[in-house]
């Protein structure tokens, strides 16, 4: 039900994850790489907080420190600009090593090319402080983070290991093994005896275990900390999605015109214009050849009854009568007729929704079952619309081939933009063979 059929394809990510392995993630944990990449950027985590945290101080105190004079003022942005530097830094580094990837904050707004204009915007920008805030608060927890997982990993593989280097102890150290008590006056406790030395390995494979999955928690918090303090701030990503809703809409409504304008210069108006020259013809033929004048003018009635309908579709297209007398009940029944497979209708609304959002259920659902007729080859189709919480629900579901796909460049590509503009969300699933399911949700605004 689209305007392309092609298998589904799913990318590298899905297909890894659908791989059966024999063994269990927690076992494969300490061995896989996204672990040993965690591993590293918690290690470089330390000597980069370490000058970030000295040169975000140094700064910002001198700064603050001279703000009695001129001087105070560029030397705090520029202090407030360096860590923006180093925040670009560490999204790079959370790109590479924790296949993280952060949107670039918003960038300054100046006034003028200026030096103050630049000052002022640095010195205004909540980014800026942001990115202070983050150099604060990581120099701690990277020393913490950099601390607890070295010395757990580090023990936690030699401990594994303990099996393998064990002989040094006897070859080069002179003692039967790892010493684990002493006192000094011959009392001592070393791991000599196979026993010993496979529990050491043992106590050591479970500590690389639990460090595997803390070093993944440890990185977790460095991804919030990246994503909330180096990353865009909500209020400024919810603008650019509204400026690329208001874009999407625009084009919409463009589109829409040039259709309109087309289907009225194409249909209505050349069969009006011929009308019209028929009628004339039929005025001079009036009194020298009646007959044909009566015969063109019946011509011309006809001219006209078609006329009309092409009008009434093209007002059913901007939008129909049936939808604002009777609803989305009526509207859909009304549509589900015109489609080549049959469909049930089902609407359990316990009122009607905001007309705008009334407007935009009736063209989904339209084109969707336009998409049965011309592609699925169905032989039967639904159409389901109620509401959830604050939110409008529609789906509509047919037994055809399947294969929908919804890649940049189709018409659930399209629709899926338009329903995006409004806050809405169009899923599909559609398998090769069928049946295809298309779901959509708008927000009520009742």
């Known amino acids: 039900m689209a305007t392309d059929y092609r298998p589904d394809r799913m990318d590298r990510t899905d297909r890894h994850a659908e791989r059966t392995h024999i063994v269990p993630s927690a076992l494969r944990a300490p061995f896989e790489g996204r672990t040993w990449r965690e591993f590293w950027y918690?290690?470089?985590?330390?000597?980069?907080?370490?000058?970030?945290?000295?040169?975000?101080?140094?700064?910002?105190?001198?700064?603050?420190?001279?703000?009695?004079?001129f001087v105070g003022i560029p030397v705090l942005a520029a202090g407030l600009a360096g860590c923006r530097?180093?925040?670009?830094?560490?999204?790079?580094?959370?790109?590479?090593?924790?296949?993280?990837?952060?949107?670039a904050p918003e960038p300054l707004r100046t006034r003028t090319n200026g030096v103050m204009s630049w000052i002022g915007a640095v010195l205004k920008s909540g980014t800026s402080w942001r990115h202070l805030l983050y150099a604060l608060l990581h120099f701690p927890w990277a020393v913490t983070a950099f601390v607890t997982v070295l010395t757990l990993w580090s023990v936690g593989w030699s401990m594994l290991a303990y099996p393998l280097w064990h002989w040094t102890f006897p070859t080069f150290l002179d003692e039967p093994g790892a010493q684990v008590f002493g006192d000094g006056n011959g009392n001592s406790l070393y791991l000599d005896t196979p026993l010993e030395i496979a529990a050491t390995s043992a106590a050591g494979l479970?500590?690389?275990?639990?460090?595997a999955w803390l070093i993944r928690g440890f990185a977790y918090v460095d991804r919030v900390m990246v994503s909330g303090l180096l990353g865009p701030s909500v209020l400024a990503t919810r603008v650019v999605e509204l400026e690329s809703d208001r874009g999407v809409v625009v084009d919409t409504a463009a589109a829409d015109l040039r259709r309109i304008e087309r289907d009225l210069h194409d249909g209505a108006q050349a069969r009006l214009v011929a009308l019209a020259m028929d009628l004339g013809l039929a005025k001079e033929k009036l009194l020298e050849d009646p007959d044909a004048a009566a015969a063109m003018v019946d011509e011309a009635h006809g001219e006209v009854k078609i006329a009309l309908q092409e009008l009434r579709d093209l007002a059913?297209?901007?939008?129909p009568a049936v939808l604002t007398d009777r609803g989305l009940d009526a509207a859909?029944?009304?549509?589900?007729?015109?489609?080549?497979a049959p469909v049930t209708v089902e609407v359990d609304l316990p009122f009607r929704p905001a007309p705008a959002i009334e407007g935009i259920a009736y063209f989904t659902v339209s084109e969707l079952l336009q998409n049965v007729s011309k592609h699925a080859q169905a032989r039967h189709a639904s159409v389901e619309v109620w509401r959830t919480e604050?939110?409008?629900?529609?789906?509509?579901?047919?037994?055809?081939r399947g294969g929908a796909?919804?890649?940049?460049?189709?018409g659930l590509a399209g629709l899926a933009e338009r329903l995006g503009a409004v806050d809405g969300i169009l899923?599909?699933?559609?398998?090769?063979g069928g049946p295809t399911t298309v779901t959509a949700e708008l927000p009520w605004r009742g």
């Open 42 to 69: 918690l290690m470089l985590n330390l000597p980069i907080s370490v000058m970030l945290f000295t040169f975000a101080v140094v700064t910002v105190s001198l700064g603050l420190g001279l703000l009695v004079t």
């Open 85 to 103: 530097a180093f925040g670009a830094l560490e999204r790079s580094r959370a790109r590479a090593l924790l296949r993280h990837d952060v949107g």
């Open 206 to 211: 479970a500590i690389v275990l639990c460090t």
């Open 316 to 319: 059913r297209g901007i939008h």
């Open 332 to 340: 859909l029944s009304s549509v589900a007729s015109r489609c080549t």
């Open 390 to 400: 604050n939110r409008l629900m529609l789906q509509v579901t047919d037994d055809g």
């Open 405 to 410: 796909d919804a890649t940049s460049g189709s």
């Open 427 to 432: 899923a599909i699933d559609s398998p090769v």
